[in-house]
């Protein structure tokens, strides 16, 4: 029996998570060695997937493997079968009328406390796994899997809280009007990448916390962390059926939720192709579905930063560093061309980027002096220094950088490629990876260069503008509207935050729905209307009848 709502609520007052600086001899360094140290020992983890709340083992055994470290692996985890996923299929449905009925207080209550348990209890646990298992250095594990994966929990409460106050604001005499905000009728299937672990917790996140059931396959390099978060939703309280934990490969998780009747959305990050497909998948499929699912998606990028003469060089120095290489590129707003001023790449420029990416140190992501470590595996490794070669086969000029070493871990040095075709393969085609690519433009090409950016390719997810003068920053900004669905004035195309920049792209880069905001709740509702008359009538004739 549900509990009666006997007060209007109010949510505590929500703030970004402050994040935590890892300096030397600080007690958040000790405390996260102190996690890695334990997980290395306690290493590989045994992963079931998880239904109903309870450990499926199916015997369909894969593995993790530490990119930094190839030949070992953080866990095992078993592979969900087709049996599994329709035990997960059922189990959610099951679930449904029971967590979308619950008292909205209850929900929101549900998912502060998972936050409090990410930031505070399984902090250093989840950064760790992150470190270990998908190749992050600590800064990049705190921004991600602990500041992030909080935010996104807190000001989801708080965007939903928002969302379902939104009433309508007119009313007839004798009436009420008013809305509900109901759950999407079915599941949702949430796929999640590899390189955010914040995003493993968002996906299933945001449908649920509005009342919706979710069935959820992980990227199989984010296996471990993603098991974790599963595991911080059910001490949270998440009743078991409400998010089920299905890693396996997409003919046996996603192909057969996409292909049921009750399938109401999908909530994707990853590759633009895939997700194309998907969607194409899906479209084929309308005729049995109960209703049209609804397709959130963020996809590919391939972000620019713009120089103008008049920029300030070393902070477009030093911004274009981080955007380009922090994590190995393995962002979905990672900087992948940049278009410099000729004035400002001769005036120190391209000296600067070059002396200082000279001082970046590669390797294990374990030893505090790197800022980059491996990138996720075998098959990126292969693609991005195939991409460097096809690059000098055509023409283009390694400044540095250009070389990798795969023997123990997959690390490719921090490589700078200048092209003086504006469409060469790496000015145009997604790399993912600690590539960057310059063309050096006339100062009087500007606007020219600025229709050369939007033009160019496929994408439109993140970009940057780095100028002094008012008026260029405006002119790129009006030229480049489409472009990027973030845009950031002297400051890196990387780094927007929960609450503060709402994230994501359109044309190739996604269904631009906003994570990170009150927009993407939208996508995973659908609104009733309800008019309650309180005066009765007595006689159908309108005055317009009368004669």
Known sequence: MTTPQLASFKIPAI??????????????????????????????????????????KTGKIAKQPMPHDHARHLCTYHEADEATVASAIDGALEAKAEWESLPWNDRAAIFLKAADLVSGKYRYKLMAATILGQGKNAWQAEIDAAAELTDFLRFGVKFVEELYAQQPSKNAPGAWNRVEYRALEGFVLAVSPFNFTAIGGNLPGTPALVGNVVVWKPAPAATYSNYLIHQIFAEAGVPPGVIQFTPGPPPEVVAQ???????????????????????????????????YPRIVGETGGKNFHIIHKSADIRNAVIQTIRGAFEYQGQKCSALSRLYVSSSIWSAGFKDQLLSEIAKIKVGTPTDWSNYLGPVIGRPAYDKITGYIRKAKDAGGEILIGGTGDDSKGFFIQPTVILSKDPKSVTLVEEIFGPVLTVYVYEDEDYEKTLDLIDTSTAYALTGAIFASERKALLTATNRLRNAAGNVYYNEKCTGAVVGQQPFGGARGSGTNDKAGSISIFYRFVSARSIKENFVNIEDFHYPSNLV
């Not at 994707?268 to 895939?274: A, E, I, L, N, R």
């Open 15 to 56: 703030e970004n998570e402050p994040m935590r600086s890892y300096a030397p001899g600080s007690a958040e360094r000790k405390a996260l060695v102190a996690a890695i140290t334990q997980m290395e020992h306690e290493l590989p983890f045994e992963v079931p997937c998880v239904v109903n709340g309870k450990p499926v």
């Open 257 to 291: 939720a996409i292909n049921h009747p009750k399938f109401a959305a999908l909530h994707f990050t990853g590759s633009t192709f895939v997700f194309k497909k998907l969607w194409k998948d899906i479209s084929a499929n309308l005729d049995i579905y109960q209703s």
